[in-house]
């Protein structure tokens, strides 16, 4: 069940497959085909979800009923016949099972498996983060789920903890297969991302090649599975925004804080950390390479043992397999490191050769990134953002204000102020930070940009001030910075909340933040 699927009863509190509420509802009370409807489970922005007693069968069922006004939508109900056509190729204990899917009365249901318990979004709400051996246990189902699911062939593009269940008797169950990828399938197109991923959910638990529009596979799965063990152990995501193209460019750039410093504490092994990074790794080709791979990595022998994972803890061939995986996650980062301190030396090299021949060394690699070649307009400045997130150069970035000028709506003004954002970080990246400052110059002295980005504008020019070192413009921007904070803090939390979400503790530390603002 989706996350919108499940957003609306009368208390409020958010429902699940296990816990019926007699709400009513226009199909409480009477029969679907051969089912009579109970209860109301949940209902959201694609279907409704009701408890229902099978009368031919005599069990008890979930039934998921596509809303009345969707019904003649192809698209959706081309989801809706995908999601049980998908799952109800799978017959795996740790899957969600679909009994029947049919069409009465231009009605389209789909009955499943009615799970005795509640989602991992439900228990993370209501208990807080899990424990390790919790999450061993979650991590093992949903990895189980999913290798039976790419034998199948089927990739399930849409893992996250609302489409976990978690049975009273401790059974990890994978449902709603509604945006699953089945064979070779073209649908995965950035258009199908935009429909029902940016505009259905956020792309909260979305592999970088998920949201760049790319072409998906069972390691894409692997990715999200990666981002949903975060934040259930670090009980907050890996990566976090209000805005979903946001959200696409962290999980394409960025790299996130450390679970144990999320956490407050170090109870989770560095080798399940590990196994959480690996899977985290923007390139497919670095992750895992299929949920066999990393069942192999937690258990070391025979994956199909019924209730093995409870047996992880202390086992000492797990460990030391987890371990190795723990090593290589150390080894990778180390190298990363050298690599950044030798790329960091080479202007030396260069100076020691002459500035002509340093800066023609280096100008063919800014120009692949500032040709303005091949940028052409898309039809929406959303997708507009979603290519330059995709391309990261600084042409794209320039294009959404060329293509989509900020004066024409209040949506364009948005977009360019956020893709000037990007663009200044662009330039800090590149060591450019004249020309970055300059960028967010033309932000904060806008009148008609939004406050809040006025206010991370400012930010930004903080901390590049502080690396140039530039003692007037870090004067400056401080006061600025602490000025127009105070000014929001009383009007706007959400510009500080979006602030206090965007800088690392180093950061703020450097902004003059008090983590108790």
């Known amino acids: 069940m989706n996350e919108s699927e499940s957003s609306s009863n009368q208390s409020g509190e958010t429902p699940t497959m296990a816990l019926p509420t007699s709400i009513g509802g226009s199909l409480v009370g009477s029969h679907l085909a051969t089912y009579l409807i109970l209860s109301r489970l949940g209902r959201g922005g694609m279907a409704e979800v009701y408890a229902a007693r099978d009368l031919n069968l005599d069990r008890d069922v979930a039934v998921k009923v596509l809303r009345p006004e969707l019904s003649k939508d192809r698209d959706y109900i081309a989801?809706?016949?995908?999601?049980?056509?998908?799952?109800?190729?799978?017959?795996?204990?740790?899957?969600?099972?679909?009994?029947?899917?049919?069409?009465?009365?231009?009605?389209?249901?789909?009955?499943?498996?009615?799970v005795?318990?509640?989602?991992l979004k439900e228990y993370l709400v209501r208990h807080g983060p899990l424990t390790p051996e919790q999450a061993i246990e979650v991590l093992y189902g949903v990895?189980?789920?999913?290798?039976?699911?790419?034998?199948?062939?089927?990739?399930?593009?849409?893992?996250?903890?609302?489409?976990?269940?978690?049975?009273?008797?401790?059974?990890?169950?994978?449902?709603d297969f509604?945006?699953?990828?089945?064979?070779?399938?073209?649908?995965?197109?950035?258009?199908?991302?935009?429909?029902?991923?940016?505009t259905m959910g956020t792309p909260r638990y979305m592999s970088p090649e998920q949201v760049q529009g790319r072409p998906v596979d069972p390691r894409s799965d692997l990715y999200s599975l990666g981002v949903m063990m975060y934040h259930l152990l670090a009980g907050s995501p890996p990566f976090d925004a209000d805005d979903p193209l946001a959200l696409a460019f962290a999980h394409v750039n960025e790299t996130p804080k450390p679970i144990d410093r999320v956490r407050g504490d170090k109870d989770v092994p560095e080798w399940l950390i590990a196994i959480i990074l690996k899977l985290l790794r923007k390139d497919p080709a670095d992750r895992f390479q299929s949920a066999a791979e990393l069942l192999e990595a937690i258990s070391g022998d025979d994956v199909d043992r019924p209730g093995h994972a409870r047996r992880l803890i202390g086992a000492a061939n797990a460990t030391a397999r987890l371990q190795r995986v723990a090593d290589e996650q150390r080894r990778q980062s180390q190298q990363a490191r050298r690599k950044m301190i030798a790329i960091a030396a080479m202007p030396l090299v260069f100076?020691?050769?002459?500035?002509?021949?340093?800066?023609?060394?280096?100008?063919?690699?800014?120009?692949?990134?500032?040709?303005?070649?091949?940028?052409?307009?898309?039809?929406?400045?959303?997708?507009?953002?979603?290519?330059?997130?995709?391309?990261?150069?600084?042409?794209?970035?320039?294009?959404?204000?060329?293509?989509?000028?900020?004066s024409e709506s209040s949506i364009n003004r948005a977009y360019s102020a956020k893709a000037q954002l990007q663009l200044a970080r662009w330039y800090v990246e590149h060591d450019q930070l004249r020309t970055a400052d300059q960028v967010l110059g033309q932000?904060?002295?806008?009148?008609?940009?939004?406050?809040?980005?006025?206010?991370?504008a400012w930010a930004r020019r903080v901390l590049v001030a502080n690396q140039m070192p530039d003692a007037k413009l870090l004067?400056?921007?401080?006061?600025?910075?602490?000025?127009?904070?105070?000014?929001?803090?009383?009007?706007?939390?959400?510009?500080?909340?979006?602030?206090?979400?965007?800088f690392s503790y180093r950061e703020q530390a450097i902004l003059g933040m008090s983590r108790d603002t």
């Open 143 to 175: 990895a189980s789920a999913l290798d039976a699911a790419a034998i199948e062939g089927i990739t399930h593009r849409d893992i996250k903890p609302e489409n976990v269940m978690w049975s009273k008797s401790g059974a990890v169950k994978v449902a």
């Open 475 to 502: 004067d400056e921007a401080k006061l600025q910075f602490e000025s127009l904070y105070a000014e929001l803090m009383a009007s706007n939390s959400d510009a500080i909340e979006m602030v206090d979400r965007l």
């Open 443 to 456: 932000l904060t002295s806008d009148p008609n940009v939004d406050r809040k980005y006025q206010l991370i």
């Open 79 to 114: 989801r809706f016949r995908r999601e049980a056509k998908a799952a109800a190729k799978l017959n795996h204990t740790n899957i969600v099972q679909i009994y029947d899917v049919g069409e009465i009365d231009s009605r389209h249901y789909i009955a499943q498996e009615l």
């Open 116 to 119: 005795q318990g509640q989602n």
């Open 351 to 406: 100076c020691g050769l002459g500035v002509l021949v340093a800066s023609q060394i280096r100008q063919p690699g800014l120009s692949e990134y500032l040709a303005p070649d091949g940028v052409t307009q898309l039809d929406t400045v959303e997708e507009q953002f979603l290519e330059a997130v995709s391309k990261d150069k600084v042409a794209y970035w320039e294009a959404i204000a060329k293509f989509f000028p900020p």
């Open 178 to 198: 509604g945006l699953a990828r089945l064979g070779n399938d073209n649908d995965g197109s950035r258009a199908d991302l935009t429909q029902a991923g940016l």
